[in-house]
């Protein structure tokens, strides 16, 4: 069964760091690429971050230089290190299989100035 679970999500102020997790079950985020998508309140989900099978990564303009993805095959999980966080960063944040086609269920983040 496949299975996305997120955590990490919070309260912070501006400036500060968090950490969300992924933790895939079902499959091997190894093999497959994983993205991470978030989400405000009458808004498109939009795009944030992507590793390849092969470590590439691709980020957002906004949010580039600031959050760093990452994946740890022995956990099967997917991380997004996030820095510098700004007002505009908060948002509900969701992994994404692209491979199993699946959404995890999405952790909150709010960043308070």
């Known amino acids: 069964q496949v299975q996305l679970v997120e955590s990490g999500g919070g309260l912070v102020q501006a400036g500060d760091s968090l950490r969300l997790s992924c933790a895939a079950s079902g499959f091997a985020t190894s093999t497959s690429g994983m993205d991470w998508y978030r989400q405000t309140p009458g808004k498109d989900r939009e795009f944030v971050a992507s590793?390849?099978?092969?470590?590439?990564?691709y980020y957002a303009e906004s949010i580039k230089g600031r959050f760093t993805i990452s994946r740890d095959n022995a956990k099967n999980t997917v991380y997004l290190q996030m820095n510098r966080l700004k007002p505009e960063d908060t948002a509900v944040y969701y992994c994404f299989s692209p491979f199993m086609k699946y959404w995890g269920q999405g952790t909150q983040v709010t960043v308070s100035s």
């Open positions: 590793i390849s099978p092969g470590y590439t990564t």
